[in-house]
DNA sequence: TTGAAAGCGCTACCAA
DNA sequence: TTGGTAGCGCTTTCAA
């Protein structure tokens, strides 16, 4: 077999090779070392000002871009936050949040990083980001186990945060208890008097972290006493409203409290296209406190959803970051106050 | 001064730290060479049974997870995709485009990164981008330049992909023209018999890529006719959709073409409130043909947009990393429908 | 003020 | 079938 030498070194300046600081180094007369701390404005050692401005024009003409991957290895750690990025289209409340954590955290000088996991489930997608060695990993959802944390805590993550509806041992928390909301909703449907109390559960799947606790609420709202509680599957389609609708007044309901305002939109239209009157046939509470629900007729009565601040856990994260020894926080962050408006 | 000196190797096997191939070789009895066949499945090399087996025992055992930056620093490429996260709450259409493209990517074995750049434009992004050394990029909107393509290549990204109104020399484009939708919208009004057009722009920061040309295609529409084209900007609050509402009469307009269904039934119900009849005295349409527009009364007409399949995208990415020499390819890949509902 | 060199964790080549 | 080892690009200590 022909062996085929390797390119010899400094013989051609390779095609389209990317450029190193040795290259730079090599342009600008200097040593790699020199290259690195007029780059890096390293303080500690002084460099002559000519020299710096030799290394910074040679960078410029090769178009030197540092490594971020050496330059991690090297370190032993990075500022990386990882997320993981949402499976299904994640609605204006939760982009709101995702928005300006990024900008707190960069403002840190995190850099905030959504990783596409695609089949992968809860531990065994621990495993996936572990490999990126990030300094902090933000988890929202269940799914995520004490195995999943060991992973990522071996791994040398310094903070795991999850953002869900219960703890997880060895993680921080931010606790998010949709339960909350259906709470709130079922009290307020049985104080005005509503006794047979429907709530729509979206059919589509990936909701159900949030849907099933929003159920849960509205049934511990009302134990005890002599109202019923029945689950609605709804597919987010009008063909499906209709027939929800069509067999409405079977039911004997006199309230439904929707999933969210996009649900109750879509059911109350099917509804009053039946001509079931709302409210006075049948009250309807939405969630999630969309602009959506201000524009309905009647005005869609709401559960508001006050998302923890962006800031607050960007600090959470710092601190977590800086102090990994401590103890994991734990923090109920989830506020929900109902919105009476005309709808129930 | 006293020196403290390092940890003698192999000393105490250091708290927390995190475990490597060699920690697992140690404790297998081999050596990091077979750790590396054995984990990686390597084809070429024959390994003993019982050694796969201790081999994997050990990783286990530890806890280990192989690093990624080290291995595409080893490798000199890695399969990640990236792409900006959106800096503005991403709408349902383009969720489901991103949701499609990374499950498409991730077949075809890349990993989709989304890196939320904060303060930075364009080109400069393009610098922090190119740290991660990904093997394509891909960019939605306008801000990328020539420049920011050039050091994205210079760093080895073998396909850089503009989703935007215009191609980037040097970078494949999907071309996204938003000027298709509004002309699609002028051209129905004015068959229609309208004369006088108000475009609703939104007032919020961050939208201005889609609307500008969305309003100039309006105007393209409507171009050498009697028509009229007015640019109404409209902050997302009833407030604001009140108050465009008051002076509605005063406008004279016919028609009204908004940025999009949202902005639309905003509006819409603020001309009801104010007693303005849709269609009689304006004609609504609006754009994207969300779910909302068909539940609205009068049903809401409006421009069907198609975006570009995340697969067709994926397919894309791959041809290009494969035959990173190839001419860069240049699609229109927007399509604009008018869906004809009640609403004009 | 600058340079030489070690080494972060990993893979792949070559030798045994 | 397995081990030794070079080297990816970078930073940083130590020496000159």
Redesign the pocket.
């Known amino acids: 077999m022909v062996?085929i030498p390797n390119t010899p070194p400094s013989a051609v300046p390779a095609q389209h090779?990317?450029p190193?600081?040795?290259d730079?180094?090599r342009l600008a007369?200097?040593?790699?070392?020199?290259?690195?701390?007029v780059?890096?404005n390293?303080t500690?050692?002084?460099?002559?000002e000519?020299?710096?401005r030799r290394v910074r024009e040679a960078a410029r003409e090769l178009g030197?871009?540092?490594?971020a991957a050496?330059?991690s290895?090297?370190?032993?750690h990075s500022r990386m936050v990882l997320m993981p990025a949402p499976a299904i289209p994640a609605g204006p409340l939760y982009s709101r949040f995702l928005a300006e954590l990024q900008s707190a955290l960069g403002r840190l000088d995190y850099t905030v990083v959504q990783y596409g996991t695609v089949g992968l489930q809860g531990d065994e997608a621990a495993r996936a980001w572990a490999e990126l060695r990030p300094v902090a990993v933000l988890v929202p959802g269940a799914g995520l186990g004490p195995p999943g944390v060991a992973v990522l805590r071996r791994s040398g993550a310094r903070a795991v945060v999850t953002l869900g509806p219960e703890r997880v041992e060895g993680a921080h928390a931010l606790l998010m208890d949709h339960e909350a909301v259906g709470h709130c909703a079922g009290a307020h449907l049985h104080a005005g008097g509503r006794r047979r109390i429907g709530v729509v559960v979206p059919a589509e799947a990936g909701l159900e972290a949030f849907s099933r606790p929003r159920l849960a609420g509205v049934r511990r709202a009302v134990r005890g006493t002599d109202a019923t509680v029945t689950a609605l599957p709804l597919a987010y389609t009008e063909q499906a409203a209709a027939r929800l609708a069509a067999r409405w007044r079977g039911t004997g309901l006199d309230a439904v409290f929707a999933y969210n305002d996009e649900y109750a939109m879509l059911l109350m239209r099917a509804l009053q296209d039946e001509g079931v009157r709302v409210p006075e046939d049948v009250a309807v509470v939405g969630a999630d406190d969309l602009m959506l629900g201000r524009l309905l007729r009647p005005r869609l009565t709401t559960v508001h959803v006050e998302l923890p601040s962006g800031r607050d856990l960007a600090e959470l994260v710092d601190r977590a970051v800086r102090e990994p020894g401590g103890e994991p926080e734990v923090h109920r962050v989830l506020g929900a106050t109902l919105v009476p408006r005309e709808s129930g």
Chains 1, 2 share one sequence.
């Not at 007369?29 to 701390?37: D, H, I, N």
């Not at 500690?44 to 002559?48: G, L, P």
């Not at 030197?64 to 490594?67: F, G, L, S």
């Open positions: 062996q090779s990317v190193t600081s040795a730079v180094a007369g200097v040593s790699r070392a020199t290259v690195s701390y780059l890096n390293a500690a050692v002084r460099i002559s000519p020299t710096r030197y871009v540092p490594h050496a330059r290895l090297r370190a032993g």
